[in-house]
């Protein structure tokens, strides 16, 4: 049987940032070079509190349901990771 993980980790300036699809949560841990062998980190810093609504402005100037326009692209980031339950590509417009 074989075990597909269902998080996938990022390194960036300020720590490790893990994001947890099955239990829809993303947290921020400490670098731990030991147990995490990242030779790289993504010039940025993650702030959980910071509210970004300048790609939200870009997509409301294409239409008016930018919300749809997310959920593609979400899905194509998902799929592309090729494991857990978005292997398949199932999209539901109104």
Do not use: W
């Amino acid at each position: 049987m074989v075990i597909l993980s269902t998080t996938i980790k990022m390194p960036v300036e300020n720590g490790i940032i893990i994001f947890d699809f099955e239990n829809h949560s993303c947290k921020l841990i400490d670098h731990n070079p030991t147990k995490y062998k990242f030779n790289y980190q993504i010039p940025i810093k993650y702030d959980s509190e910071v509210a970004n609504t300048t790609i939200g402005d870009i997509l409301n100037t294409y239409t008016d349901t930018p919300d749809k326009l997310i959920q593609i692209l979400a899905q194509c980031f998902m799929q592309a990771m090729g494991h857990g339950p978005y292997k398949r590509a199932y999209l539901m417009l109104n």
